[in-house]
């Protein structure tokens, strides 16, 4: 058994003859975002398409036991250190390109499918943003194929960064593949900002359910943005100048966590925080569907 298959195996993934698809141990993955492969010449390729990078889930792997060595990565050589930050950069510059070129091609999502997922599918009634666009033929590495996406842009993060939501060609809802989200560039610190305003700014994991806020929980002019993982919450840069902070968290455990975490660092940077759980086993959209009859 190849490395790469035996690391699928431990973290209870799915094999798929060339490459492993499994969740992520670097941060709390919801849907699998993780690909194993072994490289011809027999290096350990890790790609998580929520952005966590190589070392990191390195790292993860034998903090769990999985791969030789346990905890912190130990000290590298400087030259392969150096070479190594070489090839991260090159890679990410990549990424962000790829991102660029896919946000270039998408068009508004105003009369798309994207649109009629989240109007139909989801029950969304607010006015959509300009950061949220379609993509036809979007191209779906885990499957090598295009399919329909929404394409959401990524701000606050150092390079472009796009996420991607693939959809049925009829808009009904996502597409049956795994995983049917999926980031293209790192987007870690940043978030897809969903609608402006002045009064506090509000902060859910995914992006129906902070779209989901101002179409029922929330009043006033409130600003909503789209951490994208519960991992995204934590990870999440602040605008510089401390406000009103709304941390819509999901009903689990891993939600309530990082909403946890994202509210101690912003009470430390001077905001005033305030708690917008969503009830258990639930997340602010499925609560919009239930009171809006969109769910059978």
């Known amino acids: 058994m190849t490395e790469a298959r035996r690391i699928t195996h431990a973290l209870q993934g799915r094999w798929c003859g060339r490459y492993g698809l499994c969740r992520c141990p670097a941060h709390n993955d919801h849907d699998p975002s993780l690909t194993v492969a072994d490289a011809p010449d027999g290096r350990l390729l890790l790609r998580c398409h929520a952005?966590?990078?190589f070392l990191s889930i390195l790292d993860a792997l034998r903090g769990l036991g999985i791969v030789e060595g346990h905890g912190t990565i130990p000290r590298?050589?400087?030259?392969?250190?150096?070479?190594?930050?070489?090839e991260e950069r090159r890679e990410a510059e990549k990424r962000a390109r790829q991102a660029q070129r896919c946000w270039?091609?998408?068009?508004?999502?105003?009369?798309?499918?994207?649109?009629?997922?989240?109007?139909?599918?989801?029950g969304i009634t607010c006015p959509l943003p300009d950061t949220l666009r379609f993509h036809p033929e979007c191209w779906h590495g885990a499957t090598a194929r295009p399919l329909p996406?929404?394409?959401?842009?990524?701000?606050?993060?150092?390079?472009?960064?796009?996420?991607?939501?693939?959809?049925?060609?009829?808009?009904?809802?996502?597409?049956s593949v795994q995983p049917d989200k999926?980031?293209?560039?790192?987007?870690?610190?940043?978030?897809?900002?969903?609608?402006?305003?002045?009064?506090?700014l509000a902060v859910a994991e995914g992006i129906e359910t902070a779209l989901s806020l101002p179409c029922g929980p929330l009043r006033g002019s409130v600003a909503v943005w789209a951490a994208l993982?519960?991992?995204?919450?934590?990870?999440?840069?602040?605008?510089?100048?401390?406000?009103?902070?709304?941390?819509?968290?999901?009903?689990?455990?891993?939600?309530?966590?990082s909403g946890a975490e994202l509210a101690a660092k912003a009470n430390a940077l001077g905001w005033t925080v305030t708690m917008l759980p969503a009830p258990e086993?639930?997340?602010w959209n499925d609560v919009i569907q239930d009171t809006k009859g969109v769910r059978a």
């Open 229 to 257: 993982s519960a991992g995204g919450m934590k990870a999440l840069r602040l605008p510089s100048r401390p406000g009103a902070l709304i941390v819509a968290t999901d009903g689990d455990a891993p939600g309530r966590a």
């Open 182 to 200: 999926m980031m293209l560039g790192n987007v870690t610190g940043g978030a897809v900002r969903v609608t402006g305003g002045r009064e506090a």
């Open 76 to 86: 590298t050589d400087p030259a392969e250190m150096a070479r190594r930050e070489a």
């Open 149 to 175: 996406a929404m394409v959401a842009l990524v701000q606050g993060v150092a390079h472009f960064a796009v996420h991607r939501t693939y959809l049925r060609a009829d808009g009904s809802g996502k597409a």
């Open 104 to 122: 270039s091609e998408a068009l508004p999502i105003g009369g798309t499918i994207a649109e009629a997922y989240l109007r139909e599918a989801r």
């Open 51 to 53: 952005g966590c990078d």
């Open 281 to 283: 086993g639930a997340d």
